[in-house]
């Protein structure tokens, strides 16, 4: 005979929200194989994914990524050859003449996070004020509904003009609004946050940097009403800028929230 068995409320309520705490997604980002590379030449860039920079947690999806291409002045490349390679993404492109930028992006993703999973997820990408919003509407114990995308660039050959610092169109974007190659450390380096194009006041922003054995990540401050930030450019190395734009959704059937994730690296000052 079959034993009836049933768990308890507690133990039922634990189970569910196990069953929606599935891994949070990660920032996506660009290394390219050199900072400063020759007009002609054959090049590679890296696509990492995860929390663990200058590394890679794994590689992105490949079937989600969109608009991977090498943006100049002359125009655009698409990249050839995208592949994984163990914990990272790899293409190849052919380097155009002055600074130019690597882009790609994902389409949208759908992932559901149990409470306190979407909780501690929030307040790590210091977005505190769905957290206040959830608090003030009583969705403080819903699971985290979301659909998220990702958005990266790299900029390289910055010594040879400005042309990589323009907006190249991503729907949320960092954009440096001066060149890092003209600095030196110890400078202020003013950023914008771009959304749709526009302006966004705010902002947390992540600046982490590699030099050598040295690796620092911190979050550096919140855009001003222009959207802009001045971040200091405490050591050489490669940087990366990260910040996270979250709104609510208007349709709510498949998600409540959507996120749209930025990065952009770079090279800063001389390299080991």
Known sequence: MKANFRLPVWAR????????CVAMPHDLYLKPGASVVP???QQRVAMHNGDSFPGSDGPPA???LRDSQVVSASGTEPLRNVRVDGKVGLADYVAPQGSFAVVTRTIPNFIELGVFSFERYLKHEELEWVVR????????LKSG???YSKHAKALVNLSTDDFALAPIGHTAEIVLLENPAKRKPGDALRIRVLFRGKPMADQPIEASWAFGDAVKQQWVGRTNEQGELSVSLESAG??????????????????DWESFWASVTFEFGEQR
């Open 133 to 140: 919003w959830r608090a003030e509407n009583n969705e403080s």
């Open 13 to 20: 309520f634990v189970c569910g929200l196990a069953a929606v």
């Open 238 to 255: 490669l940087w990366k800028l990260h910040t996270i734009v979250m709104e609510r959704r208007t349709d709510r059937k498949e998600a």
């Open 39 to 41: 007009p002609a030449s």
């Open 62 to 64: 490949l079937e989600r």
């Open 145 to 147: 509904r979301e659909f």
